[in-house]
């Protein structure tokens, strides 16, 4: 994601956290330049000009599985209604695996509703 791209971030973020306000993700966008804070990148997917997805991964110090390693999570991934099951998502997240293991990251976490078997 670009600097300039932050408030179609923003928007989204709404989209899959409705409680999420702006005061919310001008916090998140400021950690996301802190080098100390936990978000480390923010992937964007577009079809042409339209932004229809994202995916931000932190670096979490305790994910199950993983060990005492600190791991690559993928805190939040949505992709807008008309482009999913088009393989967004899939690209989204084979874009933070590689980030992940360019990284030096042997495990890249993510959670999901138990009920939401697409996702699984």
Same mark, same amino acid.
């Given at each position: 994601m670009?600097e300039s791209?932050?408030g179609?971030?923003?928007?989204?973020?709404?989209?899959?956290?409705?409680?999420?306000g702006?005061a919310?993700?001008?916090?998140d966008m400021?950690a996301l330049?802190?080098?100390?804070g936990a978000?480390?990148?923010?992937f964007l997917?577009f079809?042409?000009?339209?932004a229809?997805?994202?995916?931000?991964?932190s670096?979490?110090?305790?994910?199950?599985g993983?060990?005492?390693?600190?791991a690559?999570?993928?805190?939040?991934?949505?992709?807008?209604?008309?482009c999913?099951?088009?393989?967004?998502?899939?690209?989204?997240?084979?874009?933070?695996?590689?980030?992940?293991?360019? /990284?030096?990251?042997h495990?890249?976490?993510?959670?999901?509703?138990?009920?939401?078997?697409?996702? /699984?």
């Amino acid at each position: 994601m670009r600097e300039s791209e932050t408030g179609l971030w923003g928007d989204m973020r709404q989209m899959l956290w409705p409680d999420c306000g702006d005061a919310d993700n001008e916090q998140d966008m400021a950690a996301l330049s802190d080098p100390a804070g936990a978000l480390r990148i923010v992937f964007l997917a577009f079809e042409k000009s339209d932004a229809v997805g994202f995916a931000e991964i932190s670096e979490r110090s305790v994910v199950d599985g993983a060990g005492t390693a600190p791991a690559a999570h993928v805190e939040g991934l949505w992709v807008a209604p008309a482009c999913r099951r088009k393989g967004v998502a899939s690209g989204l997240f084979g874009a933070a695996a590689a980030w992940a293991r360019e /990284q030096g990251y042997h495990y890249l976490g993510s959670d999901v509703e138990l009920d939401n078997t697409v996702s /699984q």
